[in-house]
Each structure stands twice: as C-alpha cells, then as structure tokens.
C-alpha cells in the first residue's frame, strides 16, 4: 500500500467524527477488499452454487488460495425454476462505487468458464433493491472473453450501496463462472436517499433544456422519493449549464431545476434522510448563477431538523450574498450550526426565474457512535444496518489505549515516508549521474557532427539550403519537447487498476528503451548544432530568418481550469514585415458570455459594436455583420498580475496572429493595448465550434433534391455527405497555408473550428481554454495538457511536433467529421490505453489499433487517405497539399455524379 493510501486510511481514525463534504469519483477509486481479504468470507454470499469448490468465498478476483476452483459457479439447474442467479457482496456500510473488475474461472489453467456479460443491482439498506443502468438507460454490461484477462468497467453513474450483487446474463446451458472487485470509497455523508420536485423543463431560444433528475434510483413521478440520483453523483455542472463535462449529454443534463412558476410558496422544499443520527456542521450545495438567463443562486435555505418524530420548530435560516457580477456555478455553504438529526428538510427560496442545482453534500459527525471505524466481527448479522448493533459503543476506558496506538501509528508512518523519500533522493542522484555520462557521450558525438557540417557547408552550400531548413524546421518544431510529451501521469494517488499488458512501460520510461532512441538524441542534438550555427551566420542560410519554437502550457491546478495558450499560440514566429493591427476603442466591447480560462487569462464571448470601421480592406474572408449590427468577436484577456513573461508571450502571440491571412483561418481584429488589462480581439463565428455544431445534426440518407437544399445542404438539422466534405477540404486548405508558412497547429481537432454562414470553417484554437472539453486533454506529471487522442505517435513518445504530426491530428478530425461527432475518438479506451496504443505504432507488430472507418465513408476515403496519414513512417504521411487535392478531386467526382 502506497504512502497517500496509508495517510488516508490513517486520517479516517484519527478523525473519526468528521466527515468528507464531497466525494471526487477520479480519485475515489480504491479496491474494497475482494483481493486484499478486507471483506470477508461471510460477507460475501450467493443465490447458488455449482459445488463446495465453487462457493461464493471463491469468487475473489485475482485470488486462489487452492481450495476451490478459484471462481464462484452458480448451480444452472436452478435457472430452469426462475431464480436468477447472483453474487452478492456486504460491504457493511454505504460506499461510493465508481468501477467493477470481472474475471473468469482459473483453476490452475484447467478452467474455461466466464461470463460474457453481467447485470449489476444494488441495495443501500437490504430490502429496496435497484437495477444500475448507465447514463444512457443500458443495464447490460460488457464482461469477459477469456477466464484470465481482468476486465474493468466505470460506473456511469457511480453507485452508492451497502450491498451488490453480480448477475450473470448467459444461456442457461453454458456454465459461468465469476470473480469480482469492487472499487470506490467509504460514503461519508450517511446520504441514504433524498426528496425533491421533479425537475422541470426550461425552453431558452428554441432548445429545449431537460433539467430532470435523470439517474434517480428512487421513485420518480412528481416528486422523487427513495432514492439518490444527480445531486450526489460527484459530478457538479460547469458554468453554463447548456453544456456538460460529461461528453455526449444534453443541455442541462448536470443541473436538477425548476422554475418558480410552479411554486406558488417561491420555494423547494427536499428532504435528506441519513443512515443514523448526526451531528451536522454544514451543507454544501452547487448552484448555477448564471443571471442573464434567469437563473440565480438561491435566496434563503431554511433546514428543519428531525432526530425521531416530528420535525423540530426552529429552523436554521442562511441568507448567501447576491451576485450580479460573476455568472459562474459555485459552491454554497449553509451552515447548520452543530444540529442533531437523522434527517434534514430544507426549503431553497427562488431569487429568479429559475433555481438549477447540480449536487448536495453534507459535513458531519456521528452522534453517538461511528460505524465506518469500527472493525468488523465474525458472526455479525449481515442484514443488520450501519448503527443497529449494540456492540459499537464507545468505550471511554481505553482512551488512553487509543492514543498510544495512534502516536505509534504516527511514528511508524514517519519512519515510511523518511525512508521512500530516502530512496527517491538517491534515484534522483543515480538518473544524473547516468544523465551526465549519456550527455558526455553526446558531446563527443556532437563535435564529430559540428565538424562535419562546417565541411559539407564549405563544399555544398547552395545545394543543402532547401534541405536544411527542412530538417530545421522539423527538427525544432519537435525537439523543445523532447521528454515532456512523453511523460507519464504521475504518482497515482491510488492503486493502478486500468488492466494493461505485461510488458506496458510508461511513455518517460517506455522512450528510454527504445533502440532508436540514442540516435534521435544524436540526430536532434546535431540539428541544434546547426540551428546555432545557423543563427551565428555560420551555416549556408546565414542572415535568413529563424522559427522559434514556444513550450508546452501548464495547466493551472483547480477543477476546470485548463490552458489556453495551444495551437496557433504556439505557432513558430513568421518571417517578413508585420502587419499593422488598429487599437480597438474597449467601451465598445459588450460581454455576452464567458468561453474559458487560458494561459494568460480569460476568453470571452463579445459583440463589437462598430468593427467594420477597423477592418482592412483586405479583409475579405471576415464575416460582416448586415446593416451596421454588432459584430461577434472572440477576446483574449491578460490577468492584470501577469509577470513580464506573460506579458511579452501575449505580445508576441498578437505579433504572430496579425501576419495570418486566410480564408480557413481565425482572423485577428483588433487589439486594445493601451491600458490594462491586455485585449486581442479575434472573430467568433456565428454558428460556434465545429464539434458542437455537428453533435446536433444527422446524416441525410440521400442526396439533396431541391434548388434550397443543393445551396445550403444543411435542412434543418440534417447535414449531406457532400456538404462533411466540403468542411473537410476547407480545413485542410487552411492548413496547406499555414503548412507553407511551416506552422505547426499542434491541437487540430473539430472542437478548434468555428463554424459561420454557408458552413464556412474557421481552425482557431480556443478549445483547450474551455471547460467543455476538458475531457479531450491528458494531464502530463500535473503541470500540461495534451490532445492525446489526436496526436501521432512520435508526438506522445518522443515529443515531435511536425507537420507530419499536424497531417495525423487532420485524419483523427475528418474521422470526427464523418461521425458527426458523436463519440470521442478511442472512445472505448482509457487515456491510458490510447498511450499504451501509440507504442503498439512504434514496435509495428502489427496490434496497433485505428480508427475504425465511419459508416457513410468511402472505402477510398478511408484506405488511401486517413490511413495513410496513420502511417508510422512520418516521411510516409501525404502533405496537406497533396491532402487538399485528393479531397477536392474526391468533390469534383461527387458533383460530376450529383
């Protein structure tokens, strides 16, 4: 057991009367005790069993102590008498499940039985059991192919039980076989269930917005009763409540609401009803404030309290201050002032139209005893319920017992953590010392290199200037980030779960054994060389101009906050003249609504009253507004306590947007520099991001009849082939441009489109600055985020950024395009696996996996194009003019046969 583990587990005894406010389902993922023998034989039961050897105590996974068959079989026969058969296990208090872990039956090599596919139900007090359905209503869940492979799978939504039972779903002649683990963390709050009104449905510009309770495991009619649903999933809305972190839901998905028209009393009233009597200190509930839609954090919660009986008289009232400035969700804490009670009823009061709430959580402390710390006992009733048994009292008597244990708990503890952060300490020293005699080596290997540079530059120097800045460019497109982008995830924070192949190395440890990977670093130890010679005025382009190559970002720490400064931020600097960029008067600017949070600041959405007067006139490709109405603009924002850093990197990002000129790519505006804070104000299409606009149309089965729908073919919310590929080719005409100017996009993906009349496209790079798609980014070692689902594999495992890289991030987008954007690509992969998938690309054995081929692609499309910008071979991957002219080829062949 790690360190943090330990710390944890320690905290829970030593602070036996509190309790956690929330609960985070990333990190709430600890094995339960199913392989570690924390839960035991009794606890552990089933509705059957095919022998002795194969009781329901042998259906531990990963675990064969050679008494049984090593696995739980249910008797078959039963089947034919309607009983359905299960494993159940007794967790012996509420515990928050956010994964499960199947496996066959081993048996020493002898066994072949599993189950291919299982059924979860769940019960929190024994009597009201639930079938788990995910997020999507599908009850049914994938198992296993093979008895030996462990096969895990989230739930989505988390469960909260005591008790669990596994259903195998087979034909009843086939013999199954299970193990199982259970993974999550103890439920602290003691939420039992909680009442509320259903939630309502809002209609805001012709969307409609279902802010129901969706996974309410209770009863749900007009109001819900007996269950627990979207307040206590762990998962708290974003900002705007149109939107969803979870990736495929529907506006409001996240939030419960109502409306106070039908509330004639302006208020809400929910009960809470926990496992025993509590002493509660406070709740913390997650609102939406977003005001210029009508929606408002509450205006008063008013809690009444019931330990047994009736509920008491006084109430405890908490009026939270108004916020007409900021519209983002927050976090609201009501105290309730140390009362007792086993349940809670509060009455939220409407300050709007529209009250939207995303999760309810509780501190607290038991009242008399504490069943989460108290150790299990042999015999104990398996039904009986947390806080029912006599036994767990607390015996003031062995106080002092308690605290010697604890302080030796302590000293014990600190003696662990001196000895590993001992032993890291001489890891560090024996990395450098092997890192020093490994730069030794490249120096010498290094002059040799200089040396014969300086002689093929003397001998052919007019012949090696194209190739040169070729291999500059690519060179230092790729090399800053060496190492960086192969790093791992750091130290987990719990026990690594994800089943991965014997063999996996994580990517900073996987690059250090590739055979290739001594003489990359020679060969980019050597293209440095002469990138300084060549900045000297040494080498054969002496005097010529030089692209300078920006770091990976990294990523503020906080929930949601991500970095901003990706793609054309980071685009190398564009030799030539600059292009003038007029200040852009700020009392103009009208806010409408926030984008993210980047690198530098905040992005907001504006309407720019006036813009047309400071475009250029060679500004052909900017959307302009019709009769002098305001335009829509994207700004970019600098924190006023930016240090001198930032404040130049932002300076020279507008330097490098005012030189871009194209019709597929984000136009800067304007500028407001004159005081602080920093603006620069680029276009925002009228139709948003290209993912969100695709995720709501369908594909037409035909091909367009009218004159209309040959113009726009986009009717409604059905989108033709025709019209996919011609974002397509616009897309790659963007890149061919900026791929002339060797740009390297480094985030291309449809989430970094923008969308405008005629479904013209846009590539900008706003993506990784919002919430939305904070999903789609891999967090490196804590400090930066990478788009590894779209990256090629030489970008993950070496950190080489080229325009080869930008030509596979182009295939992974038109795979988006052709599939509307409805699931993320690997989507059945954990970001794990997709790192691990990339070194399947580097050994090319063979079992690396693809994208599969969408269902309306051609198989042209998909065998001469997107596989070949898979290519593993770099120097193999189509150019994006050579990209751009298969696609318009691909179009002039469906219009001919239009």
Known sequence: MGVVPIRHHFLLVLLSAAARSQVNPEMCRYPLGMTGGQILDEDISASSQWSESTAARFGRLDFDNGDGDGAWCPDVMSESDGLKEYLQVDLRSLHFLTLVGTQGRHADGMGNEFAQRYRIRYSRDGTHWVAWQDRKGRQVIEGNRNPYDVVLKDLEPPIIARYVRFMPVTDHSMIVCMRVELYGCQWLDGLMWYSAPEGHQMIYRGLDVYLNDSVYDGVASDRLTKGLGLLTDGTWGLDDFLHSPIYGMWPGYDYVGWTNKSFPRGYVEMVFDFDHVRNFTSMKVHCSNMFSRGVKLFRQASCFFRSQGEWEGEPVSFKPPADRV???????????????????????????????????????????????????????????????????????????????????????????????????????????????????????????????????????????????????????EGGGREGEGGGSSGSSTYERIFPLSADYQEPSRLIRKLPEFAQSAENLSASRSARLLLQQGVGPDAGAPHYAEADIISLQDGPGSASSCSSIAAFSLLAGREA?????????????????????????????????????????????????????????????????????????????????????????????????????????????????????????????????????????????????????????????????????????????????????????????????????????????VLPIRWMSWESILLGKFTMASDVWAFAVTLWEILTLCQEQPYCQFSDEQVIENTGEFFRDQGKQVYLPKPACCPGDVYTDLMLSCWRRNAKQRPSFQEIHCRLMETQRSMLASA
């Not at 402390?365 to 015999?379: C, E, I």
Request: aromatic share 6%; net charge negative; glycine share 6%.
């Open 580 to 784: 003038t960029v007029r200040e852009f008067p700020r009392d103009r600017l009208s806010f409408q609504e926030k984008l993210g949070e980047g690198q530098f600041g905040e992005v907001h959405l504006c309407e720019a009253e006036g813009m047309q007067d400071f475009l250029d006139e060679d500004a052909p490709s900017v959307e302009r507004s019709s009769g002098g109405a305001p335009l829509l603009v994207a700004v970019k924002t600098l924190r006023e306590d930016a240090n001198k850093n930032a404040r130049n990197d932002f300076l020279k990002e507008i330097r490098i947007m005012s030189r871009l000129r194209d019709p597929n790519i984000v136009r800067l505006l304007a500028v407001c520099v004159d005081t602080d804070p920093l603006c620069m104000i680029t276009e925002y299409m009228e139709n948003g991001d290209l993912n969100q606009f695709l995720h709501q149309l369908q594909l037409g089965e035909g091909p367009p009849t009218t004159e209309e729908e040959v113009e726009e073919e986009v009717v409604g919310n059905i989108v033709s082939y025709r019209k996919l590929m011609s974002m397509a080719v616009q897309i790659a005409s963007g890149m061919k441009y900026l791929s002339s100017l060797n740009f390297v996009h480094r985030d291309l993906a449809t989430r970094n489109c923008l969308v405008g009349r005629s479904c013209t496209i846009k590539i900008a790079d706003f993506g990784m600055s919002r919430n939305l798609y904070r999903g789609d980014y891999y967090r490196i070692q804590g400090r930066a």
């Open 326 to 476: 900021s519209q983002g969700a927050r976090f609201v804490t009501v105290p309730l002032g140390g009362r007792t009670a086993s349940a809670i009823k509060c009455r939220f009061h409407f300050s709007d139209l529209w009250m939207l709430i995303s999760e309810v959580a509780f501190q607290s402390g038991s009242a008399v005893y504490n069943t989460s710390l108290t150790p299990r006992k042999r015999g104990h009733p398996t039904n009986a319920l947390p806080g029912e048994d006599p036994t767990h009292k607390v015996d003031d008597s062995n106080t002092r017992i308690l605290i010697g244990c604890l302080v030796a708990i302590i000293a014990i503890l600190s003696a662990i953590i001196v000895i590993i952060l001992w032993r890291q300490v001489w890891q560090k020293m024996l990395e450098k010392a092997s890192r020093r005699m490994l730069d030794d080596e490249l120096t010498a290997r290094l002059a040799v290199q200089t040396q014969a540079f300086s002689f093929l530059r003397s001998s052919s120097s007019s012949s090696s200037t194209s190739s040169s800045s070729e291999e500059e460019g690519e060179e230092e």
